[in-house]
T-cell receptor
Framework: EAGVAQSPRYKIIEKRQSVAFWCNPISGHATLYWYQQILGQGPKLLIQFQNNGVVDDSQLPKDRFSAERLKGVDSTLKIQPAKLEDSAVYLC???????????????FGDGTRLSIL | SQQGEEDPQALSIQEGENATMNCSYKTSINNLQWYRQNSGRGLVHLILIRSNEREKHSGRLRVTLDTSKKSSSLLITASRAADTASYFCATDAAGGTSYGKLTFGQGTILTVHP
């Protein structure tokens, strides 16, 4: 099966500009996650979707970050305006609910590396 | 804050040796998962162990879970240069409303020298 697709792979912008990332999960996966991974740290969950509904966005900086998952498939994550501390890798992951919502491994894309100048 | 904390932060071994990484966490869990991340790539799922399990094996991987001590270990036997990567533990906290929400630790950087 095809893996999680993300684009772009790299993005360089200046602070206060806006940026958007795109994710296409594995076909049939109902749950989609966006993570932020700062260099040297583990991924931190930003938002979790179940189909096209938000399950958890408690760690999403809502004053500047937004995400949507239209039609329960692809998703976009946007930052506007960007700050220097947003420099990180943004990872998208998906999981299947075929055997129930818990105890499911997550499948990750290769991420978008964002640099803020 | 991070739920899981890995130890050691970095580990350097020779090919053929065993590598052991430890993970401690703070709250009750539904399951604990281990992931590998090669440089510049996404995370790859290695193994999932449920809270009612004590040990699981997958190929050269062995994971143990001690819920009384809130700790887990990942053993990689007969390591290879290709095992060089960062390894993360992640916990699915019990009692949460977000099914499948994982909290990751800081990771262990494993270097295997040929």
């Amino acid at each position: 099966e095809a893996g999680v697709a993300q684009s772009p792979r790299y993005k360089i912008i200046e602070k206060r500009q806006s940026v958007a990332f795109w994710c296409n999960p594995i076909s049939g996966h109902a749950t989609l996650y966006w993570y932020q991974q700062i260099l040297g740290q583990g991924p931190k969950l930003l938002i979790q979707f179940q189909n096209n509904g938000v399950v958890d966005d408690s760690q999403l900086p809502k004053d500047r970050f937004s995400a949507e998952r239209l039609k329960g498939v692809d998703s976009t994550l946007k930052i506007q305006p960007a700050k220097l501390e947003d420099s990180a890798v943004y990872l998208c992951a998906s999981s299947s609910d075929r055997l129930g919502p818990r105890h499911q491994p997550q499948h990750f894309g290769d991420g978008t590396r964002l640099s803020i100048l | 804050s991070q739920q899981g904390e890995e130890d050691p932060q970095a580990l350097s071994i020779q090919e053929g040796e065993n590598a052991t990484m430890n993970c401690s966490y703070k709250t009750s869990i539904n399951n604990l998962q281990w992931y590998r991340q090669n440089s510049g790539r996404g995370l790859v799922h290695l193994i999932l162990i449920r809270s009612n399990e004590r040990e699981k094996h997958s190929g050269r991987l062995r994971v143990t879970l001690d819920t009384s001590k809130k700790s887990s270990s990942l053993l990689i036997t007969a390591s290879r240069a290709a095992d060089t990567a960062s390894y993360f533990c992640a916990t699915d906290a019990a009692g949460g409303t977000s099914y499948g929400k994982l909290t990751f630790g800081q990771g262990t950087i494993l270097t295997v020298h040929p």
